[in-house]
């Protein structure tokens, strides 16, 4: 049995890019930048009128400022957006523009369209119009050459926007990593069913897809299997020639009918650990095969839904990201303040279910309740693991502890 920090550490140790890909940006949400993107236009491209409005040249409205009297420019021409006026706004002209629509030439700002009052060819107002009104600047957004995104970026809605805005039509992503889910327990029922005596609902099933999903990875199957060596085996087979990442629940502690770790290492899997001093998910076993001249691994789930979602956040979903080329891969971690006592016995790190509060400036942490690992409804309450360390038995109120957020 090893450490927490050792296993995460070989979990960590394995992951690494899995290749690059080119997609249109439609296609881009969620994944993550594999090059640097530098804008190959500034933006906005030329400097451009804010309100729907008249443009003019503020030393035009001077005498208004003196003589406290409207005055009167001439309208050259109305230009809308996606028009190009191409004449130059000289002394006593003005231009009708949209939101949008290029500056003139000579031009020097915009008035509102509400401010003025426009008979025939001609407009009239009443206040002294300064320099640089309603005008934003060509680049004032982001300038050609500048870097707008980095490698390892997790790509959002805006990031697609900015892309659009700079003319980029596709970029370049990390590949997903492919999951096949295999879910053991001859115990298990589909939700909807009628339930057998002996027999529980299967929550892991969509407890699993949902986190693989939630966590950018491309998900293939989730399928249960029986708690037969052969059955096991040939779906395990058949999951290892499809994905980069094979997830069970179940089969990997010391009961009869545990096959998952045997049906592993018949295959030739070669074991990077099993059983680590955590609480809960202390079966937790990692695998890597070499199967027709690929590599993939298997992350062996406790059983115990409580101790599958454990499991995944603490170390399955740090894998993905850092499979996909994420910058920031780890669980973000905060310091946290205990609100209360807390008792264990030593020799197993425990992740501790916790809500926080900020106050003051300081984070709060305090049990949500029941930790036990089949437990799932405190894990909706649930902000963050709080790790109580290893050779810990007793901390007091007050006491200062690390917390994993959860996302």
């Known amino acids: 049995m090893i450490t927490y920090e050792k296993a995460s550490q070989l979990v960590l140790k394995e992951a690494r890019p899995l290749g690059r890909e080119t997609v249109p940006i439609e296609k881009a949400l969620g994944r993550v930048v594999a090059k640097e993107i530098k804008a190959f236009l500034s933006l906005p491209p030329f400097t451009n009128s804010a309100v729907d409005g008249y443009a003019l040249r503020s030393q035009d409205t001077d005498e208004i400022e003196l003589s406290g009297k409207e ?197 030739g899997a070669q074991r990077i650990f099993w059983q680590v001093a955590q609480k809960p998910a202390k079966p937790l076993a990692f695998y890597k095969f070499y199967l027709n001249n690929r590599k993939s691994f298997l992350f062996g789930l406790p059983g115990n839904p409580g101790a599958v979602f454990i499991s995944f956040e603490e170390y399955v979903r740090p894998f993905i990201k850092k499979i996909m080329g994420q910058k920031d891969y780890l669980p973000k971690e905060i310091e946290a303040t205990l609100t209360h006592s807390f008792r264990k016995k030593r020799g197993r790190l425990n992740f501790l279910r916790v809500k926080l509060q900020l106050a003051r400036g300081e984070w709060l942490a305090t049990s949500v309740g029941a930790q036990e690992s089949g437990i799932l409804s405190t894990l909706g309450e649930t902000q963050g693991f709080a790790l109580i360390p290893a050779e810990t038995e007793f901390l007091e109120t007050g006491t200062k502890i690390k917390v994993h957020l959860l996302e």
């Open 71 to 267: 005055i009167c420019l001439k309208l050259l021409a109305e230009q809308r957006a996606g028009d190009y006026f191409a004449g130059q706004i000289r002394k006593g002209t003005a231009l009708k523009v949209m939101t949008g629509s290029p500056i003139p030439l000579g031009a020097d700002a915009v008035v509102p369209k509400e401010e003025v009052d426009e008979r025939g060819n001609f407009i009239f107002l009443k206040r002294k119009v300064r320099k640089g009104e309603n005008i934003r600047l060509a680049g004032e957004d982001v300038k050609k050459g500048e870097k707008i995104i980095e490698r390892g970026i997790v790509l959002r809605p805006v990031h697609l926007g900015l892309f659009a805005a700079c003319g980029i039509k596709e970029i370049s992503v990390y590949c997903q990593p492919k999951v096949y889910a295999l879910i053991t327990g001859d115990e298990l029922c589909p939700p909807g069913k009628p339930l057998k005596p002996g027999m529980i609902y299967d929550a892991n099933s969509s407890l699993i897809r949902a986190l693989v999903e939630s966590s950018g990875a491309k998900l293939l199957a989730v399928k249960r299997v029986k708690d037969k060596l052969a059955n096991l085996s040939a779906n395990l087979e058949r999951a290892l020639n499809q994905a980069d990442i094979v997830l069970t629940s179940g089969g990997v502690s010391v009961g009869d009918y545990d096959l998952v770790k045997e049906a592993a290492e018949k295959m």
